[in-house]
């Protein structure tokens, strides 16, 4: 079972809460649809709460916005329980890792990690793997399998980068579409042009910019957030593996002093 630390459980929460209130105006909007009369503007506007006339004025584009801030919440959620040291480099497996080692059985250890998929037991394995090559060829190959699995980790919140840049773009285009709007009512008038008309069409570009601008903002600092947090755990845990692996190769090396030792008459 996952366990959130009290910050973690803070930013959690309030991205459930930001996609909770714009479910709560995509609702209103659906509601809204059988009091709005000709060019969008309610029928009877006293009668509309504020929070129908925002999912009003929000409209398809609105819907597409919604459904990003779903998948941003459940990658954010996701990174939070995923990317953790405890993950990386398991407890259990660290103690594993120390009984085997203190056994003095290797062969036993190398197929622990073989089995096991954190990072912490691929790198390792990896390292291992060439340890008969000499200790700085297995420090080589766990460094490259290192960044390899960095790499890996950085892809799995790269999404958030392109939320972060694809929020702002999908407001722009419903701030343009409102703005399209306005000018038509404007020029397809021949009297006097109805102010509640034409604010129509800019309240929906005003209120599609804020929601593409909410949604960017918390996937930018998310994915500053969850980048510093891969690259602490990958230094932590590959510095734990480089500890692990130079122990193993001490004793590999008094074992290569011993035999020639013993062989002696």
């Given at each position: 079972?996952?366990?959130?630390?009290?910050?973690?459980?803070?930013?959690?929460?309030?991205?459930?809460?930001?996609?909770?209130?714009?479910?709560?105006?995509?609702?209103?909007w659906?509601?809204?649809?059988?009091?709005?009369?000709?060019?969008?503007?309610?029928?009877?506007?006293?009668?509309?709460?504020?929070?129908?006339?925002?999912?009003?004025s929000?409209?398809?584009i609105?819907?597409?916005?919604?459904l990003?801030?779903?998948?941003?919440?459940?990658?954010?959620?996701?990174?939070?329980?995923?990317?953790r040291?405890?993950?990386?480099?398991?407890?259990?497996?660290?103690?594993?890792?120390?009984?085997?080692?203190?056994?003095?059985?290797?062969?036993?250890?190398?197929?622990?990690?073989?089995?096991d998929?954190?990072?912490?037991?691929?790198?390792l394995?990896?390292?291992?793997?060439?340890?008969?090559?000499?200790?700085?060829?297995?420090?080589?190959?766990?460094?490259?399998?290192?960044?390899?699995?960095?790499?890996?980790?950085?892809?799995?919140?790269?999404?958030?980068?392109?939320?972060?840049?694809?929020?702002?773009?999908?407001?722009?285009?419903?701030?343009?579409?409102g703005?399209?709007?306005s000018?038509?009512?404007?020029?397809?008038?021949?009297?006097q042009?109805?102010?509640?008309?034409?604010?129509?069409?800019?309240?929906?570009?005003?209120?599609?910019?804020?929601?593409?601008?909410?949604?960017?903002?918390?996937?930018?600092?998310?994915?500053?957030?969850?980048?510093?947090?891969?690259?602490?755990?990958?230094?932590?845990?590959?510095?734990?593996?480089?500890?692990?692996?130079?122990?193993?190769a001490?004793?590999?090396?008094?074992?290569?002093?011993?035999?020639?030792?013993?062989?002696?008459?």
């Amino acid at each position: 079972m996952f366990h959130l630390r009290k910050s973690e459980r803070f930013w959690c929460l309030t991205a459930l809460a930001v996609v909770l209130l714009m479910a709560v105006v995509q609702v209103g909007w659906v509601m809204a649809e059988d009091s709005t009369g000709d060019a969008g503007t309610p029928a009877h506007p006293e009668s509309q709460s504020l929070l129908g006339w925002v999912a009003h004025s929000s409209g398809p584009i609105g819907v597409v916005i919604l459904l990003l801030s779903f998948y941003f919440v459940a990658t954010v959620v996701r990174l939070f329980l995923v990317l953790r040291e405890p993950v990386a480099a398991p407890p259990e497996l660290i103690e594993r890792i120390d009984e085997l080692f203190q056994k003095r059985d290797f062969r036993e250890l190398y197929q622990v990690l073989r089995g096991d998929g954190s990072f912490l037991a691929n790198i390792l394995a990896s390292g291992m793997s060439k340890l008969s090559n000499g200790l700085q060829e297995a420090r080589n190959t766990l460094d490259r399998a290192s960044d390899a699995a960095t790499i890996t980790m950085e892809k799995s919140c790269s999404m958030l980068a392109v939320l972060g840049t694809l929020g702002p773009m999908i407001g722009l285009l419903g701030t343009l579409q409102g703005m399209i709007r306005s000018f038509r009512v404007i020029a397809e008038t021949e009297t006097q042009v109805k102010a509640s008309a034409v604010a129509g069409g800019i309240s929906q570009a005003l209120v599609l910019t804020f929601e593409g601008v909410l949604l960017s903002v918390p996937a930018i600092y998310f994915y500053a957030l969850f980048r510093n947090r891969v690259a602490t755990i990958s230094a932590n845990t590959t510095l734990l593996a480089d500890n692990l692996l130079g122990r193993m190769a001490d004793v590999f090396r008094k074992k290569q002093e011993t035999v020639p030792t013993s062989a002696q008459p």
